[in-house]
């Protein structure tokens, strides 16, 4: 009856949702393609192999993240942490395999496992001792920050001993890296659970109206950790494929990652106030998001204004996600 009650509840404003849902990620998508005819008219150089190749690498790392955030943000809420939860997740891998020689399977585990008990104590900061999310998962972000410093001695962990963790991430099928494939893969999981679980369900219920969530008898606390606890794992495995594409755990990288997958999830549809989005509209944002990147620095744009430009993208992308809901 719990779960029946909830779907009564969210189904009032799915109809809605599923037209400016589609619209938005239709939006996207144009939005993707004028880039690439943009860029292409503008280099000749950026439809190349090599370059698309690694606008994909670019995005897989990012796009994990984005669509772990996708998760919390449809809630309405915001984990600031995965970009130095990511960082963390990499140099917890290093120490397993590294450090204590254990098998590189044992270091997976150890890297998601430790992202996975990072989103839980901010979910549980959030849920249980209802600090705000921002503050929060601020506070995490500082916390593994420096706990990634301070486990690797302020050094980068190298896995030059165990040459088949870089084949994680940069190991080839058709010269396509297989973090492209784990991306994709990722998503088409994520997909699946947002839109055919109870999690997805409770997920979307939690953003559109937590009170009456509360109400139909749903352990709110519960889900909302749990949501928080799938945002780590996403980032643990982002920090196991950065990892292995650079081939060692870099305890200072990190910080502005977060921002960036923030930036995809909006762009792709998803509403900072709770209750609307999607995977897709993730994937295509993340793709946004590395297309532009990838288009001004071949352009020879300056780095400062690369930022600049994202910055207003985002700006516009939360804007028009106010609009829609104004009219709605």
Same mark, same amino acid.
């Given at each position: 009856?719990?779960?029946?009650?909830?779907?009564?509840?969210?189904?009032?404003?799915?109809?809605?949702?599923?037209?400016?849902?589609?619209?938005?990620?239709?939006?996207?998508?144009?939005?993707?393609?004028?880039?690439?005819?943009?860029?292409?008219?503008?280099?000749?150089?950026?439809?190349?192999?090599?370059?698309?190749? !690694? &606008?994909? =690498? @670019?995005?897989?790392?990012?796009?994990?993240? +984005?669509?772990?955030? #996708?998760? %919390?943000? $449809? *809630?309405? !809420? &915001?984990? =600031? @942490?995965?970009?130095?939860?990511?960082?963390? +997740?990499?140099?917890? #891998?290093? %120490?397993? $395999? *590294?450090?204590?020689?254990?098998?590189?399977?044992?270091?997976?585990?150890?890297?998601?496992?430790?992202?996975?008990?990072?989103?839980?104590?901010?979910?549980?900061?959030?849920?249980?001792?209802?600090?705000?999310?921002?503050?929060?998962?601020?506070?995490?972000?500082?916390?593994?920050?420096?706990?990634?410093?301070?486990?690797?001695?302020?050094?980068?962990?190298?896995?030059?001993?165990?040459?088949?963790?870089?084949?994680?991430?940069?190991?080839?099928?058709?010269?396509?890296?297989?973090?492209?494939?784990?991306?994709?893969?990722?998503?088409?999981?994520?997909?699946?659970?947002?839109?055919?679980?109870?999690?997805?369900?409770?997920?979307?219920?939690?953003?559109?109206?937590?009170?009456?969530?509360?109400?139909?008898?749903?352990?709110?606390?519960?889900?909302?950790?749990?949501?928080?606890?799938?945002?780590?794992?996403?980032?643990?495995?982002?920090?196991?494929?950065?990892?292995?594409?650079?081939?060692?755990?870099?305890?200072?990288?990190?910080?502005?990652?977060?921002?960036?997958?923030?930036?995809?999830?909006?762009?792709?549809?998803?509403?900072?106030?709770?209750?609307?989005?999607?995977?897709?509209?993730?994937?295509?944002?993340?793709?946004?998001?590395?297309?532009?990147?990838?288009?001004?620095?071949?352009?020879?744009?300056?780095?400062?204004?690369?930022?600049?430009?994202?910055?207003?993208?985002?700006?516009?992308?939360?804007?028009?996600?106010?609009?829609?809901?104004?009219?709605?």
């Amino acid at each position: 009856m719990k779960l029946a009650e909830v779907q009564n509840r969210v189904s009032v404003r799915k109809p809605v949702f599923m037209k400016t849902g589609a619209t938005q990620k239709l939006l996207a998508f144009a939005s993707l393609i004028l880039l690439v005819v943009f860029f292409s008219l503008s280099s000749e150089n950026f439809l190349r192999f090599d370059n698309v190749i !690694g &606008i994909m =690498l @670019s995005t897989a790392v990012i796009g994990v993240l +984005a669509l772990g955030s #996708t998760f %919390v943000i $449809i *809630t309405g !809420g &915001i984990d =600031l @942490s995965v970009g130095t939860v990511m960082t963390f +997740a990499s140099v917890m #891998t290093g %120490v397993v $395999i *590294t450090f204590w020689g254990l098998p590189i399977p044992l270091g997976i585990a150890g890297g998601i496992l430790t992202g996975a008990l990072c989103g839980f104590i901010s979910g549980w900061l959030v849920a249980k001792m209802n600090i705000p999310p921002f503050i929060a998962t601020l506070g995490m972000m500082m916390v593994t920050k420096g706990l990634s410093l301070v486990v690797s001695g302020t050094k980068p962990i190298y896995f030059n001993d165990t040459p088949a963790f870089s084949k994680i991430a940069m190991g080839t099928v058709f010269k396509v890296p297989f973090a492209v494939f784990i991306f994709f893969g990722l998503a088409i999981i994520a997909s699946i659970v947002l839109s055919k679980t109870i999690i997805g369900r409770y997920n979307f219920a939690l953003g559109s109206n937590e009170e009456a969530t509360r109400l139909s008898g749903v352990n709110v606390t519960f889900w909302k950790i749990l949501i928080y606890v799938i945002t780590g794992a996403f980032a643990g495995i982002a920090g196991i494929m950065m990892a292995s594409r650079l081939n060692s755990a870099q305890p200072a990288l990190g910080s502005g990652y977060e921002l960036e997958a923030i930036a995809a999830v909006v762009i792709g549809g998803t509403s900072l106030s709770g209750g609307q989005g999607s995977i897709l509209g993730t994937v295509i944002g993340a793709l946004i998001m590395s297309v532009l990147t990838n288009g001004l620095r071949i352009l020879s744009v300056p780095q400062e204004w690369q930022v600049v430009i994202v910055g207003l993208v985002v700006i516009g992308a939360v804007y028009a996600d106010i609009l829609r809901r104004r009219k709605k």
